[in-house]
């Protein structure tokens, strides 16, 4: 599948690419973990990135697009891909459109996941993310938490907050996304390619995505 995930921080994004990667094997493409990659190694890109993110806002589009054509480049990202998140303006949108154009790539769909304000507050602010770039497992202090000692599951490494995830960036995140992200559902319901899905419980959104008749 080659599709695109919208919705607001914290509707639930990387859960479900991760869940559509895992049954077709399309490569799920987070710009967001790819930069938080790089600012944990220290490259340029990650000092160049860590202002921003620490702040909630987007990093600038120059950035983005060193990460985005490389990776659609590579023969995993030709096969198929999720875009976790990206574009988030309409004029990344436009280039992304010109891009694909150059590679010959045509969407399947752009799909638009959508819950409560109540929900995506409850679900960012009680978040955890494991600190190892090569797991970075999410957990929920509420409904599901991580081992004893704030330890990873998965991989027994420190599960931290997110700096991204504190109440004055997610106040910030949600504001950008509301002035400058959330233009594009209208932008991509007159491209004819907009799927609006329910994002509460994950297995059911999974499925509802899943049943789409991908080409």
Request: charged fraction near 30%; aromatic fraction near 4%; hydrophobic fraction near 35%.
């Amino acid at each position: 599948m080659r599709i695109i995930l919208l919705g607001s921080p914290g509707v639930g994004k990387g859960t479900i690419a991760k869940l559509l990667s895992q049954h077709d094997n399309s490569v799920q493409i987070s710009t967001g973990d790819i930069l938080r990659s790089a600012i944990k190694e220290g490259t340029e890109l990650g000092r160049k990135a860590k202002k921003y993110m620490g702040e909630g806002g987007l990093v600038p589009d120059s950035r983005i697009w060193e990460i985005i054509e490389k990776r659609l480049m590579e023969p995993d990202g030709r096969k198929g891909f999720i875009l976790d998140g990206f574009p988030r303006t309409i004029s990344q949108a436009n280039q992304l459109k010109e891009i694909l154009k150059k590679l010959n790539i045509t969407l399947d769909y752009v799909i638009n996941l959508e819950a409560p304000l109540n929900v995506i507050l409850e679900r960012l602010t009680t978040r955890r993310t494991c600190s190892n770039q090569n797991c970075q497992e999410i957990y929920n202090i509420r409904n599901n938490p991580p081992a004893e000692g704030n330890k990873c599951k998965k991989c027994g490494q420190t599960v931290v907050q997110r700096d991204d995830e504190t109440q004055e960036a997610i106040a910030e995140r949600i504001k950008v996304y509301n002035e400058k992200t959330a233009p594009l559902v209208g932008y991509y319901e007159k491209e004819k390619l907009l799927v609006n899905v329910e994002s509460l419980k994950a297995d059911e959104t999974f499925a509802e995505i899943k049943a789409l008749k991908i080409q």
